[in-house]
């Protein structure tokens, strides 16, 4: 019998990488429903490395109550998904190739085609799903990854996650998602998948937020 390894399975949607586009309120993709909430976290480049950082060792997950496991990385020379401009037309896809880098506490980052299991409760909501991360795009004042599902009894679609530096030098927090219910519960009570995504959004906030406030605050 030959073991089940989801690091080969493709996420379980197709509009992968649309997270990025300008558009997604407007016009997601068919059948999902799309998310935005945002927070500041503060201002200069030692806030927003030290939020980069979190980031991309998991940290939101992790202080939002959710365990990550089975962490596989991917290859680091892989599709890392479809950029948009500020029009929001499609350019050219985006492949990087890196070193492994690490957390300063040696926790190693995530990359494009990481495959990971999440597992954990937020609220009074169960979260058990099997993602990969779909992109990551780094620029001299943004960071942004996203990860699809897998394999989720509940919910299926993308998150993002994008930490900026503004004009201004604010620091800011951004989870953008687009989801389609998929447990019998969900599809016949959109309102709860809503409820759901919007708390562990919120978790996601509050876990990277040092001091919190309400979203979009």
């Known amino acids: ?50 939020a980069v950082a979190t980031l991309l060792s998991w940290g939101a997950q992790r202080d939002a109550g959710i365990d990550v496991s089975e962490i596989r990385p991917g290859s680091g020379n892989e599709y890392t998904g479809i950029q948009f401009d500020d029009e929001g037309n499609a350019v050219a896809p985006n492949r990087r190739h890196s070193e492994q880098r690490f957390a300063p506490d040696g926790t190693p980052f995530l990359d494009a085609g990481t495959t990971a299991k999440l597992r954990g409760r937020v609220g009074r909501y169960n979260l058990e799903s099997k993602i990969r991360v779909v992109y990551l795009v780094e620029n001299q004042n ?57 708390a562990i959004a919120t978790a996601y906030l509050r876990a990277l937020s040092p001091t919190w406030a309400s979203p979009n605050a």
């Open 1 to 50: 019998m030959r073991r089940s390894n989801f690091e080969d399975q493709p996420v379980d949607y197709a509009a992968v990488g649309a997270t990025q586009a300008a558009d997604l309120m407007q016009y997601p993709p068919q059948g999902f429903v799309p998310a935005e909430d945002s927070i500041r976290l503060g201002s200069g480049r030692e806030r927003y490395e030290a």
């Open 142 to 198: 943004s960071m942004s990854f996203a990860f699809g599902t897998v394999s989720n009894a509940r919910m299926s679609g993308e998150e993002s996650f994008t930490v900026e530096v503004r004009e201004d030098d604010s620091v800011w927090f951004t989870v953008r998602s687009f989801m389609r219910p998929v447990g019998a519960k969900y599809r016949a009570f959109p309102v709860l998948g809503s409820a759901r995504r919007r």
